[in-house]
């Protein structure tokens, strides 16, 4: 992780220096916004759980946005895989930010779709890809996109078009809605959500340190 929950400062301030004077640089530390973002879409997906099991009504009904759903769960936290796409990527702070506009305006336009565990990493590299060809004067091909997503090409092409059906084609962000989102985004982490961010990014690290032990005493075994 570029940096550690001990030395990350949350702030309103820091999240819109990132988000307006970020620097592409090939060693730039991961934006904050991908903390954010990712504390926001864990808390939706806990509350979309908490309402599935009180309420069976409440579970996805519209078939067509199934096809966002996984056969298995992937085994990776939503802070880890934003992160790789950052890594692998380099898209910006502003493609996360219209990224979760069409997140939300998606949701919006399927009142039957939840986002869950089975759902959400392929949202995410779906509607990242579509905002990063938005803002982004250079992207990459679907080709690689997919392969950092961790899908094959023909897979990511099939989301991308039923996710632009299924938007209505409505892609255009202009300032103001851009600017509202962001403030949302900083209210996130000045009324209670930097604790929330602060915590996601402290489980991913134990996920990683664990991984880290797993790999160590596996390769020991072997050597034994």
């Not at 806990?46 to 298995?72: G, M, P, Q, T, Y």
Request: net charge positive; hydrophobic share 40%.
């Amino acid at each position: 992780m570029a940096a550690s929950s001990s030395s990350l400062a949350i702030s309103p301030r820091k999240l819109r220096s990132d988000l307006y004077c970020y620097s592409y640089q090939s060693d730039a530390n991961t934006p904050l916004v991908i903390s954010v973002l990712a504390s926001l879409i864990e808390r939706t997906m806990a509350r979309n759980e908490r309402i599935a099991k009180n309420c069976k009504w409440a579970l996805a009904k519209d078939f067509r946005s199934r096809v966002f759903n996984c056969h298995e769960t992937p085994d990776m936290t939503i802070q880890s895989y934003l992160e790789r796409i950052f890594r692998y990527t380099k898209a910006g702070p502003s493609v996360y930010v219209v990224a979760y506009v069409y997140i939300d305006r998606f949701c919006q336009a399927n009142p039957g779709f939840r986002i869950n565990a089975r759902n959400v990493h392929r949202l995410l590299i779906t509607t990242i890809m579509v905002a990063s060809k938005y803002v982004e004067d250079m992207n990459y091909r679907n080709s690689y996109f997919a392969r950092v997503g961790g899908l094959t090409t023909n897979e990511l092409n099939h989301l991308e078009l039923e996710f632009l059906f299924l938007m209505g084609f409505k892609l255009h962000v202009n300032v103001s809605v851009f600017e509202s989102y962001c403030c949302h985004l900083e209210r996130e982490v000045s009324i209670g959500g930097g604790y929330q961010i602060e915590r996601a990014l402290r489980c991913a690290e134990d996920i990683k340190s664990r991984q880290h032990e797993e790999r160590r005493y596996s390769q020991i075994a072997r050597i034994i």
